[in-house]
């Protein structure tokens, strides 16, 4: 398989049609079949398909899932004042792990959990998805090694955050990690707009320029201690406060150069019937 | 492709032949190679290798990769008096995860990162790996779901796990995950005898009966909020204490029924020579 190599503005997003996945690349409402994936290479099929009939599933499925947890000071002192205790500000990007599991494509269920206490929350992130392997490589060198970037909602249940010894439930129960609608290169991750909306209303807006550590700072650091891979993402962090997500509602977060990832919120009631 | 159904013992493997990776059937020193794998459905090809002279990989590649922490009371003792502090018993089975990015295969060197300040231990591990897809099930049902077990290293940075944030480095930089070297079924999780040895003496020594929640505990725990794959890992933790290894050890983990993984330690400066 050779690599046709893109302009710096290509948009690749992952579909299921007739029950065959293949990558693709979007030019405007037409999406170009290839035969490959963006990461090892591919050619074009020259099959066409419209867009707005394709299933899109997450645009890739991560080797390794990372994220930033903590990385907006006004998210950390949101999250101060709801629990009325101190949140040291991230001295160094470490960081941390979500569960591959939880992955959910765009316009698919965000599924309440029969258990939940109901205080489940939306998180608007910028995801980056790494494009070839990179082992010890310096914040100036590190954009290089990101195929480009996508969207992603931290979906995260706050009692469940607060009650267990870690984050399994509260961050990675089924359906928690919608991620989409698709990998958009050319992108400078310093400087996007993230927008969330819930049924439309505006509930959270802010600028990846206030990030702690920014993406080639979290690469650069992981790689000094661990290989990222074609496919990993890093999550990086939403900003400001958070409110809940109930079902019957629909969650969009859009980004400016990217698009906007929709997904409905249902309960697991309704899931199972 | 339609699956084979083994007999209750079977040791599933996984090996590079030649650059083609395969999954095998150990049968004593000889291993029959089969087309597929054990999760999905499999046929033997026909093919006999000696197992001697077989390049081994992780018995399976995770989609998600689980582990327990904290699940011996005498390890998280032996860890309060190190730190001289409260490390309170888990209450329920709250997982956590590790990275995928860490598994290396039997016979494959630890790399102690250049940066590491040198205390790096061992943690000998019971590791239970997913068959079939599990949501909702019992504990009585849960091993149902288990094609069997293996052995892991947890291997560990203490000085990176108090200092950091989170546990990425400190649990999860690039071969601190060894596993393997089979998955073995027919076996009770309940009561194996782990063992780690040092350059051939015994470091470690416990049994599985003494973990806090056991293995059906977890895997019925998780599948009321996450949906278990075939191929998932759950490491259940380690007892007592443990130790320093440093390069030009050779770290052994045996389980009686299943066999022992070992791996040799060396430096990220011979690493990369």
Request: net charge negative.
């Given at each position: 398989?050779?690599t046709t190599k893109?302009?710096?503005?290509?948009?690749w997003?992952r579909?299921?049609?007739?029950g065959?996945?293949?990558?693709?690349?979007v030019d405007?409402?037409?999406?170009?079949e290839?035969?490959?994936?963006?990461f090892?290479?591919y050619?074009r099929?020259?099959?066409?398909?419209?867009l707005?009939?394709?299933?899109?599933?997450?645009?890739?499925?991560?080797?390794?899932?990372?994220?930033?947890?903590?990385?907006?000071?006004?998210?950390i002192e949101?999250?101060?004042?709801r629990?009325?205790a101190?949140?040291p500000?991230?001295?160094?990007?470490?960081?941390s792990?979500?569960a591959?599991?939880?992955?959910?494509p765009?316009?698919?269920p965000?599924?309440?959990?029969a258990?939940?206490?109901?205080?489940?929350?939306?998180e608007?992130e910028?995801?980056?998805?790494?494009?070839?392997?990179?082992?010890?490589?310096?914040?100036?060198?590190?954009?290089?090694?990101v195929?480009?970037?996508?969207i992603?909602?931290?979906v995260?249940e706050r009692?469940?955050?607060r009650?267990?010894?870690?984050l399994w439930?509260?961050?990675?129960?089924?359906?928690f990690k919608?991620?989409g609608?698709w990998?958009?290169?050319?992108?400078?991750?310093?400087?996007?707009d993230?927008?969330?909306?819930?049924?439309?209303?505006?509930v959270s807006e802010?600028?990846?320029s206030?990030?702690?550590f920014?993406?080639?700072?979290y690469i650069?650091?992981i790689s000094?201690?661990i290989?990222?891979?074609?496919?990993?993402v890093?999550w990086t962090?939403?900003?400001?406060?958070?409110?809940?997500?109930?079902?019957?509602d629909v969650v969009?977060?859009?980004?400016?150069g990217i698009g906007?990832l929709?997904n409905p919120?249902?309960?697991e009631?309704?899931a199972?019937q």
């Amino acid at each position: 398989m050779t690599t046709t190599k893109e302009g710096p503005h290509a948009r690749w997003c992952r579909y299921n049609h007739d029950g065959i996945v293949s990558f693709g690349l979007v030019d405007g409402a037409t999406v170009d079949e290839v035969d490959g994936d963006p990461f090892t290479g591919y050619t074009r099929t020259g099959v066409q398909r419209p867009l707005a009939e394709l299933q899109l599933l997450t645009p890739c499925v991560p080797p390794t899932f990372y994220c930033a947890g903590l990385n907006y000071k006004a998210h950390i002192e949101w999250g101060e004042r709801r629990r009325n205790a101190r949140i040291p500000i991230p001295e160094r990007p470490d960081i941390s792990y979500r569960a591959q599991s939880a992955l959910t494509p765009p316009n698919s269920p965000i599924v309440i959990p029969a258990a939940s206490t109901g205080e489940v929350h939306y998180e608007g992130e910028l995801v980056a998805v790494i494009g070839r392997t990179a082992r010890h490589v310096s914040q100036a060198e590190a954009l290089d090694y990101v195929l480009g970037y996508t969207i992603g909602n931290d979906v995260s249940e706050r009692t469940w955050a607060r009650q267990d010894r870690t984050l399994w439930r509260a961050k990675n129960s089924d359906t928690f990690k919608p991620m989409g609608p698709w990998i958009q290169s050319g992108l400078d991750p310093t400087n996007l707009d993230v927008t969330v909306k819930v049924n439309g209303s505006v509930v959270s807006e802010f600028n990846t320029s206030a990030m702690i550590f920014n993406v080639a700072e979290y690469i650069s650091a992981i790689s000094e201690y661990i290989t990222l891979r074609p496919g990993d993402v890093i999550w990086t962090g939403t900003d400001g406060g958070t409110d809940r997500i109930a079902p019957g509602d629909v969650v969009e977060i859009s980004v400016p150069g990217i698009g906007t990832l929709r997904n409905p919120v249902i309960s697991e009631a309704v899931a199972s019937q």
